[in-house]
């Protein structure tokens, strides 16, 4: 019987040989699991990869769970037997000011979907960060980078409008914004500004797009960190 793990795919099986022949050791070789040992689970990956002011983050908000109802009733299975995953679904514009629970309940809407089993390829990302890292730099593929990003089936898109405006930002949040809305990817996406904020800070064609693809969520205006610090 084989001892390779059933719930990884092909590609993580090979890179994770790979680390192990650097090491001297197969995979097959590999001392058996305890009889008693549970696989690793949907919830178990995301938790390892959650940061961990958000590990135990859950969505309480009702347009988000409903978000969440309508993404696993989307979800596929890639062929019989496997287990089902994201293909397209809704997205979410969640506004508000500084510390109102936005980023909390993105991350809570995740564990949400891998609590019920989902297979989950996502990233989070605050729009500095992305933009930090699609800033053209000698070795670095910009073109692909912003590839994979704009085709991830989940993507957090954090503090959309908190960079500094330009005709740059400009461009690459529109062909960021304009691949996941022609893919119908889904996107959870928290925001400090209004849309005719936004509008302003990353122009027409971006607000246009996020006023049709998403459901804008408004969260009230307290700052619930410094609620949690004078309780």
């Not at 390892?48 to 135990?56: D, V």
């Not at 309940?105 to 609590?115: I, K, T």
């Not at 959870?188 to 996020?210: H, K």
């Amino acid at each position: 019987m084989s001892r390779e793990p059933e719930l990884l795919g092909a590609g993580v099986l090979q890179r994770l040989q790979r680390v192990l022949a650097v090491r001297g050791m197969n995979l097959q070789n590999l001392p058996e699991a305890p009889a008693d040992a549970q696989p690793y689970t949907s919830l178990a990956l995301l938790e390892a990869r959650l940061p961990p002011r958000y590990r135990t983050a859950c969505a309480d908000h009702p347009d988000v769970l409903a978000w969440t109802r309508d993404v696993i009733a989307r979800a596929e299975a890639p062929n019989p037997g496997a287990r089902r995953q994201i293909t397209t679904g809704p997205s979410l514009l969640l506004a508000g000011v500084t510390g109102a629970g936005k980023t909390h309940q993105a991350y809570g809407a995740v564990r949400a979907l891998a609590e019920v089993g989902l297979v989950l390829r996502w990233r989070a990302t605050t729009a500095a960060d992305l933009y930090a890292d699609l800033r053209p730099r000698p070795g670095h593929d910009t073109e692909r980078a912003l590839e994979k990003v704009s085709c991830h089936p989940l993507l957090i898109l954090d503090d959309l409008g908190a960079a500094k405006a330009s005709e740059w930002v400009e461009e690459i949040t529109y062909r960021l914004i304009n691949r996941r809305y022609n893919l119908m990817l889904p996107t959870l996406i928290t925001t400090n500004l209004a849309m005719r904020d936004l509008r302003d800070q990353l122009g027409d064609r971006v607000a246009s797009r996020l006023a049709e693809m998403t459901t804008r969520v408004t969260f009230e205006p307290v700052d619930r960190r410094r609620r949690h610090h004078t309780a």
